[in-house]
């Protein structure tokens, strides 16, 4: 869940702040089922077109999520559940970044926002369970921490041959929630727990053989082959594909929501009250090499 690289200095703690504090901007009303829609937020792009909503992230150079770029990307896909007519909803990263995702910012992991933050990224996963749409996630460059588990909750991956994948949160001190419950039913429960437990990556054609993502294909032709699936959900009943991402959602649904309120708790409640994981966090910030206590 934690981000791996660090962004601009300052960058990560300009939105670390209380519940409920707006946006930079908010995006104005719109209606559903219209047929074009673009709204600009501070951290993300949301454009509907032709049936596709595309959340795009453009926060450069890594985008890092914090706090306030989650809950914009959380408020775009709540603006997709009231669209009957959507085929199809599109992560992706704008050209002037870097990565897909670097992940959760590791600035916001201490006591004053960790329950926010954690609340504003697990957030996003019981969004998408609602939307009942397919979503899609563009990959063109490192996905790590919080962006792999996104990801990993996306019904197709395509990724471009440098891409890279993984969860290093473990050389932080502490675990990716949604990663120890999604990986190991995509991957398989040992390489999962292998590469949680070691915080190794992985590139595009690892990726793929293990089942993470659909697709590899060079960068300059990720749009084509985009397209090349979008048009092939276009052709169907939106009706009927939000009922059938209902359906292969049922079962794990209902494990879901439970597994991952345990998990949380035992993140927010347990793990975060070790000194090993403050001492991650804090070497981090600090760049230098953790010392353990291990306790």
């Known amino acids: 869940m934690l981000r791996w690289s660090r962004s601009r200095p300052g960058s990560d703690n300009s939105y670390a702040t209380p519940r409920g504090t707006p946006f930079r901007s908010r995006p104005a009303a719109c209606v559903p089922n219209s047929k074009t829609l673009t709204q600009q937020f501070q951290d993300i792009q949301f454009q509907i077109d032709n049936r596709v909503a595309r959340i795009t992230f453009r926060r450069p150079p890594l985008n890092v999520f914090n706090i306030a770029m989650m809950r914009e990307i959380n408020a775009a896909l709540n603006e997709c559940i009231p669209r009957r007519d959507l085929a199809a909803i599109v992560f992706d990263a704008a050209p002037d970044t870097r990565a897909f995702s670097a992940?959760?910012?590791?600035?916001?992991?201490?006591?004053?926002?960790?329950?926010?933050?954690?609340?504003?990224?697990?957030?996003?996963?019981?969004t998408l369970l609602q939307t009942a749409k397919p979503?899609?996630?563009?990959?063109?460059?490192?996905?790590?921490?919080?962006?792999?588990?996104?990801?990993?909750?996306?019904?197709?991956?395509?990724?471009?041959?440098?891409?890279?994948?993984?969860?290093?949160?473990?050389?932080?001190g502490v675990f990716p929630p949604i990663a120890a419950i999604l990986l190991p039913r995509i991957?398989?429960?040992?390489?999962?727990?292998?590469?949680?437990?070691?915080?190794?990556?992985?590139?595009?054609?690892?990726?793929?053989?293990?089942?993470?993502?659909?697709?590899?294909?060079?960068?300059?032709?990720?749009?084509?082959?985009?397209?090349?699936?979008?048009?092939?959900?276009?052709?169907?009943?939106?009706?009927?594909?939000?009922?059938?991402?209902?359906?292969?959602?049922?079962?794990?649904?209902i494990g879901f929501e439970s597994t991952m309120t345990n998990v949380e708790n035992l993140y927010l409640h347990e793990l975060m009250k070790t000194e090993d994981a403050e001492e991650g966090v804090r070497a981090f910030m600090e760049k230098r090499k953790p010392r353990w206590r291990n306790k």
């Open 187 to 253: 991957i398989g429960e040992r390489r999962a727990r292998e590469l949680i437990l070691t915080g190794d990556l992985i590139d595009a054609d690892e990726a793929l053989r293990l089942g993470l993502v659909n697709y590899v294909a060079p960068s300059d032709k990720l749009e084509e082959k985009t397209q090349e699936i979008l048009a092939k959900l276009r052709d169907n009943s939106a009706a009927a594909l939000g009922m059938t991402r209902m359906a292969l959602d049922i079962g794990g649904q």
């Open 135 to 172: 979503v899609i996630a563009v990959v063109n460059g490192p996905a790590l921490g919080g962006g792999c588990e996104l990801i990993a909750a996306c019904d197709i991956v395509i990724a471009s041959t440098g891409a890279r994948f993984g969860q290093p949160e473990i050389k932080l």
């Open 103 to 126: 992940g959760v910012a590791v600035e916001e992991h201490v006591p004053a926002t960790v329950f926010q933050m954690l609340d504003s990224f697990h957030g996003i996963f019981r």
